[in-house]
């Protein structure tokens, strides 16, 4: 058993996090990790507010063991969503690209709010606005880790904050987990390891290529979402790189995505608006196009398992799995390494 501030922050048996993995983290997922000790946490990007309810109600239905929701406060329904989560009582509100205005909220129902973060500023502002815990995302990391590893970050980050941080980017076993504790963390957060489990709804095409791939097939590059991301290496993704502007791809996926989102035109376009002129994480009109076209690719590599067409963001820890145990298994082996490893330290270190 190990336990940490993050444990005892949010009540879970163990250190380990979900990460909210839009259109993978479904409340079967996120379901088993948390019956299985963890914190769950289901991305809430791909759902309209009803639809965000209808999940977090099923999530309650498969387990009574504290779980999260991660909204991205740029984007469409934010607001609504954030709304939804607190009347629904959501135990950890995780966001990511905004200002959380809605801490004292969540507090007053005795829910966590949780800022995920790639800049050590920004994680040092989370805290300075009242998150009670940061996630800090490494180089390592599937999607959007930034230009830091998680090596330098967790003791830059430890040493300067004093709530409890998540390590997140390149962690998928107990070794891991040792060493982000070791390195100041309070836990991790997993996000490529959790995709390759029984309980994943990744199309089994991709799972095969995950684990058949090493830590050097992935890439690292904006053009597959529009900003700085890594993704699993392979022939749509490498295409991505070499290629140039997608307009047409682009206007076609955008179209497709306002379907998705059950937005009229005017939502949509007022939706791009407020993307393109947040002060804090604007993005220009060419990072929307290239969002837009990578989601649509992103779905088929998910749920299509087209492996010439669709494209799966992934984390270099891809390199180190090569299983697809379940998540209550996979919790239980990481403990288990985890202990194990720091039983053998206190052998190989020599104490006076």
Known sequence: MIKTRMTELFGVEHPIMLAGMNWITDPKLVAAVSNAGGLGIFATARCTPTEMRENIKE??????????????????????????????????????????????????????????????????????????????????AAAHGANATSLILIPIVASALKIPIIAAGGFHDGRGLAAALALGADGISMGTRFMLTQESVLHDNFKKLCLEATEQDT?????????????????????????????????????????ILQLSYSQFVKMSIDMMTDKEEASPPWVLARQAAGTVRHLKGIYDGDVEEGILFAGQAIGGICDMPSCKELMERIIAEAEQTFASLDAKVQKN
């Open 59 to 140: 999530i309650k239905s498969l387990t009574d063991k504290p779980f999260g929701i991660n909204q991205i406060l740029l984007g469409p329904g934010a607001a609504e969503g954030i709304q939804v989560a607190i009347e629904e009582k959501v135990p950890v509100v995780n966001y990511t690209l905004g200002k959380p205005w809605f801490i004292n909220e969540v507090h007053a129902y005795g829910g966590k709010v949780l800022g995920t973060t790639a800049l050590s500023k920004h994680a040092a502002k989370a805290a300075q606005l009242g998150c009670d815990a940061v996630v800090i995302t490494g180089h390592e």
């Open 219 to 259: 890439l690292y590059d904006t053009v597959f979402d529009g900003m700085p991301g890594r993704a699993l290496k392979s022939k749509a993704s490498e295409i991505m790189q070499k290629r140039g502007f997608p307009a047409v791809e682009a206007v076609k996926a955008a179209m497709k995505l306002r379907g």
